[in-house]
């Protein structure tokens, strides 16, 4: 059975940071593409960052670009999210997901995920 826990949300004031993690279990974690989600109340979910199985190639959204650094351990079926000079716009509860790597799907899609965890909240206070 495929499971993602994410972890690392909390409670930060604006200009701060938090790294989040999502460990991987009932899959091989290095045949998976892998992405960083994100969902505030009322609205759709949205694509943040993704990263491909060898983590060579990543992709960001343009509202966080530049701010937040997506990265893998494949040794340790670790995805994490580094997410620095936070805003309250980035307030949101935050999944991760993976889909197989050969499927070559748009990777900030949420409709390319096979699997999703259950998330973790980051709320950023101003």
């Known amino acids: 059975q495929v499971q993602l826990l994410e972890s690392g949300g909390g409670l930060v004031q604006a200009g701060g940071s938090l790294r989040l993690s999502c460990t991987a279990s009932?899959?091989?974690?290095?045949?998976?593409?892998m992405g960083w989600f994100r969902q505030a109340p009322g609205k759709e979910r949205e694509g943040v960052s993704c990263?491909?199985?060898?983590?060579?190639?990543?992709y960001y959204a343009d509202s966080v670009k530049g701010r937040f650094t997506i990265s893998r351990d494949n040794a340790k079926n670790t995805l994490y999210l580094q997410m620095n000079s936070l805003k309250p716009g980035d307030t949101a509860m935050y999944y991760c997901?993976?889909?197989?790597?050969?499927?070559?799907?748009?990777?900030?899609?949420?409709?390319?995920?096979?699997?999703w965890g259950q998330g973790t909240q980051v709320t950023v206070s101003s």
């Open positions: 009932g899959l091989r974690f290095d045949d998976y593409d």
């Open positions: 997901a993976a889909y197989p790597s050969v499927e070559y799907n748009n990777c900030l899609s949420a409709s390319s995920y096979n699997y």
């Open positions: 990263i491909n199985w060898s983590g060579v190639s990543a």
